[in-house]
């Protein structure tokens, strides 16, 4: 379980949707965790919309050209796989079909989708606003996309 009211691996999310709180488990994918809040410090995601989102499935974001065709301008991730199930509220990391090619789009879980287990790496889960992440808009493209309005480390909140 994802450990709760930790500030350092705890990312606040506020989206079109509403706020969304992510507990970040540095125990299941620490090179994950590490390259996610470097991003999340440099701004990176603020702006970023929601380019895929599957009814009963997961919304995707993370892609700066905001079709998922595109990552940050560091090195791809080498993959951190483990044992976590693909649950409701999982975030779990985007990649090609390269076990090794994560880098900056990640997903939230809307249901269970077991058949990703052991094939992504999970990296968080949801603790507060699941019901925002449902809320945000369908598509494969997107028409008019929800996106990240920012994504801060609760650490450097004051």
Known sequence: MAAKNDPENTLI???????????M???LAPGHVAH???LVREGFYDGIV?????DGFMAQT??????GTGGSDYPNLAAEFNAEKHVRGICSMARSSNPNSAN???????DDASFLDRQYTVWGQVTEGMENVDKIKRGEP????????SMKVAADVK
């Open 50 to 54: 929601f380019h895929r989102v599957i």
């Open 25 to 27: 488990r540095p125990d």
């Open 36 to 38: 996610i809040k470097k």
């Open 62 to 67: 993370g892609c700066p050209r905001g079709t």
């Open 142 to 149: 997107v028409q008019n996309p929800d996106k990240i309005t």
């Open 13 to 23: 999310m506020e989206t079109t949707q509403g706020k969304v709180v992510i507990a």
């Open 104 to 110: 900056s789009q990640f997903f939230i879980v809307f």
